[in-house]
C-alpha cells in the first residue's frame, strides 16, 4: 500500500510494514477498531470510541445504531480514522528503559461510505461471521426494521499503515546478564460461556459458541 | 465527575457511568491506551495510537521516546483525547440486531503538561509498576540519558466519560426461546514467559513476570 505524509514513520521506520497481508491480519486479529472523527466544539478535538468491526476485502466495515453520533459524524464526509491494536506481550529487557511491547498496530484513513440498503444484510452477515463466526445461520435473519435502525459504513484500505514489533528484549548497550530478559506473552482468551437465565432447559450451548471460543483462543500469536 | 457536552452520551445514557472508582477501574485494567491528537493536514484528521499508560491518582501518564510525532503533537497545547477500551465479552442475543459486547470504555479529553525531569523517574516507576509490577526493584535505576530520552505526559481525569456494559443478552421483542443466548466472555490472558536467547543457563525467570502474569491473568472480569 501506498505510503503517505500521514502514514510515513518519523521513526522506528524499521518496524513500518508494507504489505496488504500484515494489513489484514491486524484488522483480522481484532474485533473492536477505535474510531476517531474530529469535532471543533469546544475546542478542536478528536472522539475516540471503539467501534465493532470486520474486514471485507479491502475495506474495514464499521457498524453501530443510526442513533449513534460517531458513526453519524463519521458518515458525514470527514476523514476518519481506524486504529486496530493487538498488543503481543510484555517486553522485559534488562532496563525499564529497554523494555517495550510486541504488538501489531494499523491505522487506516479514509472517508468513509454508508453501505446502502441493498447490500446492508450482506454487510452484516460479514460483520456477524467475524465477531460471532458461525452465528448467523443459527439465527433468525434480520428484519427490514432491524436494517433500516443499523448503519454500518465502508472504510476503503487505501491510505494505511502498519506497525509490529514481534521480537524479544535488546538493550542499547551492554547490561548485566545476571538479570533475565525475555517475552511474557499476551492473548486474547475466552472463558466458559454463560447461559442467560431465561434460557430454558435443554437449550444446549450451539456450535457458534463453542467452536466461536476455539477461534478467539486460537489468536494465540506466534512467538513475538 | 462532571458531564460537559463533549463527555454527555448522545445515546444509551443508562450506560454512562459517572462515578471516579469506574474510571480508575477501566483505566488500570489496561495496558495502553489510544491517544489522539488532532492533524489539520492534508485533512483535519484524528491521528489515533496506542501508548502504554497508567494511571496516577488523578491523572493519567502517558510515554514514549521523546522522537515520537504523537507524543511531541500531544505536548503542544492541543486537546487530546485518550480511550482506554477492556473487552469483558460478546453478548450473544437470540437476534444479530441485539447482539452486543460488554465492555468497559474510558474517554479522557485534557491538554496534558510536559512531566518535569525532577519527577520523571517516579512517573517512570509509577508507568513500569502498572506495566510490569514488580520489575523496576530488579533492575538498576534509569540513567540521566534514559531520563532525558523519554517524555512523560500527565493528563488530568477532569474531563471523563465511562461507559460499561456489562450485563447478559436481552431482545427488543420476545424471541425464539429454542435458540440459546447468553454472553462469551473474553479477558487478556498470559501464556508461558519466554527467556531471551542471550540470557546465561541457570538465571531464573523472575518474580516479577511470574506474580506480573498473574496478575494479568487476574483481570478476568465478574460476570459482565
Redesign the interface.
Known amino acids: 500500500m501506498q505510503v503517505?505524509?500521514?502514514t510515513r514513520f518519523?521513526?522506528y521506520g524499521h518496524r513500518q510494514v508494507t504489505d496488504r497481508a500484515a494489513l489484514h491480519d491486524v484488522l483480522d486479529s481484532a474485533?473492536?477498531a477505535?474510531v476517531?472523527?474530529?469535532?471543533e466544539?469546544?475546542?478542536?478535538?478528536?472522539?475516540?470510541?471503539?467501534i465493532?468491526s470486520a474486514r471485507d476485502g479491502e475495506s474495514l466495515l464499521l457498524h453501530g445504531?443510526t442513533?449513534?453520533?460517531l458513526l453519524r459524524a463519521a458518515a458525514a464526509g470527514?476523514?476518519?480514522?481506524a486504529?486496530v491494536?493487538v498488543?503481543d506481550?510484555?517486553v522485559?529487557a534488562?532496563?525499564?528503559?529497554d523494555?517495550s511491547?510486541n504488538?501489531r498496530?494499523a491505522?487506516v484513513?479514509g472517508v468513509p461510505t454508508v453501505v446502502p440498503d441493498e447490500e446492508k444484510e450482506e454487510a452484516?452477515r460479514v460483520l456477524?461471521e467475524h465477531?460471532?463466526p458461525g452465528?448467523?445461520d443459527?439465527?433468525?435473519p434480520?428484519?427490514r426494521r432491524?436494517l433500516a435502525?443499523?448503519l454500518v459504513l465502508r472504510l476503503p484500505l487505501e491510505e494505511a499503515s502498519v506497525k509490529v514489533r514481534a521480537a524479544?528484549?535488546s538493550e542499547d548497550e551492554a547490561?548485566?546478564?545476571?538479570?533475565?530478559?525475555?517475552?511474557?506473552?499476551?492473548?486474547?482468551?475466552?472463558?466458559?460461556?454463560?447461559?442467560?437465565?431465561?434460557?430454558?432447559a435443554g437449550?444446549?450451548?450451539?456450535p457458534?459458541?463453542t467452536s466461536?471460543?476455539h477461534r478467539?483462543a486460537g489468536w494465540?500469536p506466534p512467538?513475538r
Chains 1, 2 share one sequence.
Open positions: 503517505t505524509d500521514r518519523t521513526r474485533l473492536v477505535h476517531a472523527v474530529v469535532r466544539a469546544p475546542t478542536p478535538a478528536a472522539v475516540v470510541l471503539p465493532a445504531s442513533g449513534g453520533g470527514q476523514t476518519v480514522t486504529t491494536t498488543l506481550g510484555v522485559y534488562r532496563t525499564v528503559f523494555s511491547m504488538y498496530c491505522v484513513y452484516l456477524s465477531l460471532m452465528r448467523w443459527e439465527v433468525r434480520p428484519t432491524e435502525a443499523t524479544g528484549a547490561e548485566d546478564d545476571a538479570v533475565w530478559a525475555g517475552v511474557l506473552p499476551l492473548h486474547t482468551a475466552v472463558g466458559a460461556p454463560r447461559t442467560g437465565d431465561d434460557v430454558p437449550v444446549e450451548v450451539p457458534s459458541v466461536g471460543a478467539l494465540v512467538y
